[in-house]
Nanobody, 122 residues
């Protein structure tokens, strides 16, 4: 029910914007998050936006460089990524669930997209 787009190859220091659409969800009542998974590593939390109070949370590794935003009318959540680093290379996943508190664990989300690849390399 979630579809990501916007991944690609970018040089270090560059920017990308990922987008996730959720046409099948009652979008405004869902907490939305982005996770990422690099080869050989566990899926890790990147950012989330809560539906109940619009609070936003970021992983320390991306704070100050990434921005999550949601558009309830369009049923999309975006991840603006600036000053990208090689260590940001991963498959990025959009996640959603009807939860009122932040969860930084993949198990906290019921709905997932199939992922979009982001590669940061010169």
């Amino acid at each position: 029910q979630l579809v990501e787009s916007g991944g690609g190859l970018v040089q270090p220091g560059g920017s990308l914007t990922l987008s996730c659409g959720a046409p099948g969800l009652t979008f405004r009542s869902y907490t939305l998050a982005w996770f990422r998974q690099a080869p050989g590593r566990e899926r890790e939390f990147v950012a989330s936006t809560l539906w109940i109070d619009d609070k936003i949370y970021y992983a320390d590794a991306v704070k100050g460089r990434f921005t999550i935003s949601r558009d309830n009318a369009k049923k999309t959540v975006n991840l603006q990524m600036n000053n990208l680093k090689p260590e940001d290379t991963a498959t990025y996943y959009c996640a959603a669930d009807y939860i009122a508190t932040v969860s930084r664990l993949p198990s906290g989300y019921k709905y997932w997209g199939h992922g979009t690849q982001v590669t940061v390399s010169s």
